[in-house]
């Protein structure tokens, strides 16, 4: 089992950057696959990007590829979402999430095991 938490959200001005990051507890973090997601209010929540256990895989969104980027360190047991050129569409609560299944698979489905309290982001237009 794995327990995470979510750091960095806030408000930012339009065009501007931010970095979350999500950090784990438990065993075996190098075996998860990690996801960020996102919820803006009165809209479900959405899948925004993903990295596999050695980072050498990441797939993303495309309203958010070419502009964010995930990254993870598993000696530290941390993930990251470095988000650039941010606009108001990208306001929204930034969910962490972690699943053991398989890369093809949990890329495709909001069914992760694991999700954390979320942070918020704002971005101010």
């Known amino acids: 089992q794995v327990q995470l938490v979510e750091s960095g959200g806030g408000l930012v001005q339009a065009g501007g950057s931010l970095t979350l990051s999500c950090a784990a507890s438990g065993r075996s973090f190098s075996s998860y696959v990690m996801g960020w997601f996102r919820q803006a209010p009165g809209k479900e929540r959405e899948f925004v990007a993903a990295i596999n256990w050695s980072g050498g895989s990441t797939y993303y969104a495309d309203s958010v590829k070419g502009r964010f980027t995930i990254s993870r360190n598993n000696a530290r047991k941390t993930v990251n979402l470095q988000m650039n050129s941010l606009n108001s569409e990208d306001t929204a609560v930034y969910y962490c999430?972690?699943?053991?299944?398989?890369?093809?698979?949990?890329?495709?489905?909001?069914?992760?095991?694991?999700w954390g309290q979320g942070t918020q982001v704002t971005v101010s237009s």
């Open positions: 999430a972690a699943d053991s299944g398989s890369w093809v698979l949990i890329i495709r489905t909001k069914e992760w095991a694991y």
